[in-house]
């Protein structure tokens, strides 16, 4: 009798553990795994748009990280030195310390004091809309290059039906406009 009480013990404990493996993902089963761990985050409470794509930018680059050579790559200094802690809270899974972009300028200049028309995903903060906050295959951290970088947000078909756009062909927007801010609307350079 004691044997076939171990064997529905033994049953009922593996059913758990399959199900629990199998129903591990913080969608849906968030209450489940925030009470066996700590510091999940909950799906439903996002700080800010800019903070979840941060998270997902860094994810994806970590992955892109561990395939390809080191030298690939521009590190961001606090990443490269492994100094996670100036950015996240590591008590709460990696959560930022400060949202964007008054935690950019911690370090980097505020670009609201330079100039008197500041672009708008500069102005709202969005830092990481271009630049990478880990690292990045180009320049300036950049995710993009070229007029990729300027053609993500703003539509070709209305860049280029501007006639002074006309023979552009594949030119550097930022050769004639500051992507930060400027004296006018147009930001030259």
Do not use: W
């Amino acid at each position: 009798m004691a044997m076939r009480k171990d064997l529905h013990i033994k049953v009922i404990l593996l059913f758990l553990a399959v199900a629990f493996i199998f129903s591990c993902s913080p969608k849906s089963d968030y209450k489940t795994l925030s009470f066996f761990f700590d510091g999940v985050p909950d799906p439903d409470k996002q700080d800010s748009i800019a903070q979840a794509d941060s998270i997902r930018l860094a994810e994806r680059q970590e992955l892109t990280f561990t395939k390809v050579v080191k030298t690939e790559f521009v590190l961001h200094p606090p990443y490269q030195e492994k100094e996670c802690e100036n950015c996240h809270d590591k008590g709460q899974m990696g959560k930022l310390l400060e949202p964007l972009p008054g935690l950019c300028y911690q370090c980097h200049e505020s670009f609201g004091d330079q100039y008197k028309v500041v672009h708008g995903p500069v102005d709202a903060g969005f830092c990481i809309k271009c630049h990478s906050p880990h690292m990045s295959k180009n320049d300036f951290m950049l995710l993009r290059t070229g007029q990729d970088l300027c053609l993500d947000c703003h539509m070709a078909k209305d860049v280029f039906k501007n006639e002074v756009h006309a023979d552009i062909e594949d030119a550097n927007c930022t050769e004639c406009h500051n992507p930060h801010g400027g004296d006018d609307r147009f930001m030259f350079n």
